[in-house]
């Protein structure tokens, strides 16, 4: 089966740094996205990981380990528009998929910034 | 460029009604999605395609149907809804370069709130 493990919620602070972590155990891998949804929004493209390591944009940087089938979100100065729900998603390998490209989301993680 | 429309934004059905949720594309993506997203939940791929005229399920298609008869338009149609479709559904589009394996980003759209009663 394919599984996405996220943590459901984290709080943190104006101005703090927060780590977002994705677990994964999917039948073939290629890479992992990451999401930003803010209430009654869309899903929002925020990074993307296929090699293992750092991926910087801004103040958002992804990692990925595909050794340990485990990557993380982290957010630094964190604002209060950062208030939102970020998923990850599992592109998975098109050599198990006929050749086509799909992702698996998971269940996302709720972040709250407080003043 | 309008990006993904999906069209219309709410509705409420009737058991055993039918409708077409409609969605269009104008950055001329070859790749085109339909997700559902329950409260509290992440995205589950109901069905996808790769072209005009080339769709396949993804995790949860039953109930459902597509179909792709233009590169910008992927409908998605509930034949006989059921309270277990009540979900706000997610449009998305993604572009391939032939040959190419880069990773394009999915757009979506605004996504449609369904409520079955």
């Known amino acids: 089966g394919q599984s996405l493990e996220q943590p459901s919620e984290v709080t943190a602070v104006e101005g703090a740094i927060v780590q977002i972590n994705c677990t994964y155990q999917?039948?073939?891998?290629?890479?992992l996205s990451w999401y930003q949804q803010h209430d009654g929004g869309a899903p929002t493209f925020l990074s993307y990981n296929a090699l293992d390591g750092l991926e910087e944009t801004g103040r958002f940087s992804s990692f990925l380990s595909r050794s340990d089938s485990y990557g993380y979100l982290l957010l630094q100065e964190l604002q209060m528009k950062d208030s939102a729900s970020y998923f990850c998603?599992?592109?998975?390998?098109?050599?198990?998929?006929?050749?086509?490209?799909?992702?698996?989301f998971g269940t996302g993680t709720r972040l709250k910034v407080l003043a | 460029n309008a990006g993904v429309t999906q069209t219309p934004k709410f509705r409420i059905l009737k058991i055993g009604q039918s409708m077409t949720l409609q969605c269009t594309q104008d950055?001329?993506?070859?790749?085109m999605y339909w997700y559902r997203q329950d409260p509290g939940m992440g995205l589950k791929l109901i069905y996808y395609s790769v072209g005009a005229g080339i769709t396949d399920k993804g995790e949860v298609p039953n109930g459902y149907n597509v179909s792709r008869s233009t590169t910008e338009d992927f409908p998605l149609r509930l034949e006989l809804a059921a309270p277990s479709q009540t979900s706000v559904y997610f449009c998305?589009?993604?572009?391939?370069?032939?040959?190419?394996?880069?990773?394009?980003?999915?757009?979506f759209g605004d996504g449609t709130r369904l409520s079955i009663l």
């Open positions: 950055m001329n993506h070859n790749y």
């Open positions: 998305a589009s993604s572009y391939k370069k032939t040959g190419g394996d880069s990773n394009q980003p999915q757009h």
């Open positions: 998603a599992v592109r998975l390998d098109r050599r198990r998929t006929s050749g086509t490209y799909k992702y698996i």
């Open positions: 999917t039948s073939g891998f290629y890479g």
